[in-house]
């Protein structure tokens, strides 16, 4: 097992002396885990979002330019 060091503020240090019965590094040991098994979880939705971020682009230019003008159209047309 590989050891880490962590730097926190000095108020939290004394903080957590008042709760001595607290495993501290066995809790953040956890909290790693589980942040990093959540985060492999999310990889193959993000993976996919940037496969299809050409496309997204491209509905979005479309989309804006179909809606190009068309307040000016509306207003002509005395709907707006």
């Given at each position: 097992?590989?050891?880490?060091?962590?730097?926190?503020?000095?108020?939290?240090?004394?903080?957590?002396?008042?709760?001595?019965?607290?495993?501290?590094?066995?809790?953040?040991?956890?909290?790693?885990?589980?942040?990093?098994?959540?985060?492999?979880?999310?990889?193959?939705?993000?993976?996919?979002?940037?496969?299809?971020?050409?496309?997204?682009?491209?509905?979005?230019r479309?989309?804006?330019?179909?809606?190009?003008?068309?307040?000016?159209?509306?207003?002509?047309?005395?709907?707006?």
């Amino acid at each position: 097992m590989v050891s880490i060091t962590l730097s926190i503020p000095d108020e939290t240090r004394q903080r957590m002396k008042h709760f001595p019965e607290m495993n501290w590094s066995g809790f953040v040991r956890k909290s790693i885990e589980e942040k990093a098994r959540q985060l492999e979880e999310l990889e193959p939705l993000r993976r996919q979002l940037r496969e299809e971020r050409p496309l997204t682009e491209w509905a979005l230019r479309l989309q804006h330019s179909g809606r190009k003008g068309r307040l000016e159209a509306l207003r002509k047309k005395g709907l707006v």
